[in-house]
């Protein structure tokens, strides 16, 4: 599985510069990349060991449609097995393409702040960290500590209430397992979430209730749909949300600075 359009509700498409991962809290016990994985198992040789791509580094530079590329639907990019080397590749193909946002999402928080000096945090990166229950609420600190322009929080699988501080964070998404061993969530903690996202002024999305497969329970909370995205979505697609194909060519062939050439 390279890099696709996708049905995740607050992304445009994936972009997989590694697969496979290994298991680290109970967020993990139903891992969708890793079911992903053994029904496609003949587009992994690897299986569901880590594994570099170097040869898909470069594909979001062909993609010239503003988009929203969540980065590593099938791994996670902080994975202890990924050398700084290679993140800084991807962080370069992200520093050439400014015209996408990167969702980058990782349970590796420890890492991820370790490595955080090392890395190049171009305006276009939204950094999140899952948080599943109270157990794992560090993560949140964590994130606080780096330098993204958006921070976000992946409650999903949704396991237990949460007590937020969302003191620096833009971007709250809230989803429910799915799956036939799905585990059920209740929806006074959504609710609570929703609540604490309204008093710290911070963007809600609710993904999904879960069930049996996603959409079988529908994503209407008290009968809304809740899609808020962070407010740098707006600002980034007025920026670069007509771009062309043309002044991308030019500032290549050219040597030009494109985000300068943008804002003439
Ligand atoms: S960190 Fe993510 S990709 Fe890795 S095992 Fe856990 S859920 Fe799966």
């Not at 349970?107 to 999140?128: F, Y």
């Not at 397992?177 to 609710?206: C, L, P, Y």
Request: charged share 20%.
């Amino acid at each position: 599985m390279a890099s696709i359009n996708t049905g995740i509700e607050w992304t445009d498409k994936t972009w997989n510069p590694t697969t496979g991962c290994n298991k680290v809290s109970p967020g993990c016990t139903h891992c969708y990349a890793e079911a992903l994985t053994k029904r496609f198992a003949k587009n992994f040789p690897n299986g569901f060991d880590l594994t570099l791509h170097p040869e898909r580094l470069q594909e979001p530079l062909h993609w010239r449609k503003p988009s929203r590329i969540f980065v590593n639907s099938m791994s996670d990019l902080f994975h202890e097995d990924v050398p700084i080397s290679f993140l800084q590749e991807v962080f370069s193909v992200i520093r050439q393409t400014p015209w996408h946002i990167y969702q980058i999402l990782t349970k590796r928080h420890e890492r991820l702040l370790e490595l955080a000096p090392q890395l190049n945090w171009h305006e276009n990166i939204w950094m999140g960290v899952s948080v599943e229950n109270q157990n794992y609420i560090q993560r949140v600190d964590y994130l606080r500590q780096v330098p993204a322009k958006v921070r976000f929080l992946s409650c999903e699988p949704l396991l237990g209430s949460l007590k937020l501080n969302l003191t620096g964070i833009n971007w709250v998404i809230v989803g429910g397992e799915s799956g036939h061993r799905h585990r059920v969530m209740q929806a006074e903690w959504v609710r609570d979430i929703k609540h604490q996202t309204n008093s710290s002024d911070v963007a809600f999305f609710f993904k999904q209730w879960g069930g049996i497969h996603p959409k079988a329970s529908g994503r209407l909370l008290d009968g809304q749909i809740w899609d808020e995205m962070p407010e740098a979505w707006d600002k980034h697609i007025k920026k670069w949300g007509s771009i062309t194909i043309a002044a991308i060519n030019k500032s290549k062939k050219e040597n030009l600075n494109l985000t300068a050439l943008v804002e003439n």
